[in-house]
Structures are given as structure tokens and as C-alpha cells.
């Protein structure tokens, strides 16, 4: 339990001292010659951090307690503001959701078999996150954590949503293993 609060509390400072410089440009590195050079630079550059909406929409890893289960879907909804900022809801499952408006929901209650139910902030940030995962055994169905996991490489565009959802490598949940390593995209809601 400890491990959950120091990670919460080290994920709230990291949030709060990572601000990407306003001008990411050293001195040492060359400048584009002319106006031209700079525009036909951008696209490339826009084009390789562009999110991948090819393959599937998830790939990776969901570990509990050392049973893998393989996610299939995974969607996007609008959730309830926190803080005064728009939350997504991601919603991760082994079954299909269909059109389900209520998925995050019916998700915490085994509707989808195993999942996982992420709230984002509109930077990527995690600001919380429910696990149904048959190799925790927990009574409740779901365990809520805080601070185990978060979302590399994040993208929002394009009406896409992408990244990699990962805990970084095996961690203690009330006792417990998990280990996600993620791959996915969605469309954004």
C-alpha cells in the first residue's frame, strides 16, 4: 500500500517539474538556411510523431499475479472533469465492448472479462486506474490504484489516441504482482 501513495506522491512532482522547454533549440545545432528548408522539415517531423493507427488497436502484455491475459479492445470515453480539466477514460478489455456508452462501468463489474479502466488527463496523464484481472482473485472484482502506472509516448491527433500504457516492470498491488506493458490506439472520443 505504501508503494502506491510514494508512487502517486513521485508521479504528482513529476507531473509538476516536467515542462518541455519553450525552445528546444541548442545553440550548437544548426539552424534551417531558409524559410523553405524549415516548412519542408516540418512534415517530416509531424509525420514521425504521428500516433499509429495501424495494427491492432492493442499489443502487449497484462500480468497479474503471474497469469497473462491477452487485451483485444480497447476504446475511449469522456469522463467526469477532475480539477477543472476534461478526463478520457480508457477502456482496455478481452471481450468486445460493442458500442457500449457505459463501458468504463460495465467494465469494473467483469461485463468485458478481464480489463483495465485508465483515467487521462488531455497531456496523456494518469490520474487514476481500476484492474479486473482474474490472477489478483480480489472479492471486489476490481482493484482502484494510483500512481503504478502511466502512458509513454503519448499522441492525441487526428482524432486518434496513442501510447503505451506500462507500470514500468513488475509491481506490488496489495500483495500482489502486476506488469503491463501496452501498446495501443483508439479513437478519440
Known amino acids: 500500500m505504501r508503494t502506491v501513495f510514494i508512487g502517486l506522491a513521485g ?3 513529476l507531473a509538476a517539474c516536467s515542462k518541455a522547454p519553450a525552445n528546444t533549440q541548442t545553440p550548437a545545432s544548426p539552424a534551417p538556411q531558409n524559410a523553405a528548408a524549415a516548412q519542408s522539415a516540418a512534415p ?4 514521425a510523431a504521428a ?3 495501424a495494427g491492432p488497436a492493442v499489443s502487449g502484455s497484462f ?4 497469469k497473462a491475459v491477452t487485451l483485444t479492445e480497447v476504446t475511449a470515453h469522456p469522463d467526469d472533469p477532475f480539477d477543472g480539466k476534461p478526463i478520457t477514460a480508457l477502456v482496455f478489455t478481452v471481450k468486445d465492448q460493442g458500442d457500449d456508452k457505459t463501458a ?3 467494465a469494473l463489474f ?3 472479462g ?5 483515467r487521462i488527463e488531455p497531456d496523456g496523464t494518469v490520474i487514476g486506474c481500476d484492474v479486473v484481472h482474474s490472477g489478483l482473485q480480489n472479492p471486489a472484482g476490481s482493484v482502484s490504484i494510483g500512481g503504478v502506472l502511466t502512458i509513454k509516448n503519448y499522441q492525441a491527433s487526428g482524432g486518434q489516441i496513442s501510447g503505451e500504457l506500462t507500470t514500468g516492470g513488475p509491481t506490488d498491488v496489495f500483495d500482489k ?4 506493458d501496452l501498446t495501443f490506439h483508439t479513437k478519440a472520443p
Open 11 to 13: 508521479l504528482a512532482l
Open 44 to 47: 517530416v517531423a509531424a509525420a
Open 51 to 53: 500516433p499509429s493507427a
Open 63 to 66: 500480468v497479474g499475479n503471474g
Open 104 to 106: 468504463a462501468t460495465d
Open 110 to 112: 467483469g461485463n468485458f
Open 114 to 118: 478481464d480489463a483495465i479502466i485508465v
Open 177 to 180: 504482482k502486476l506488469d503491463v
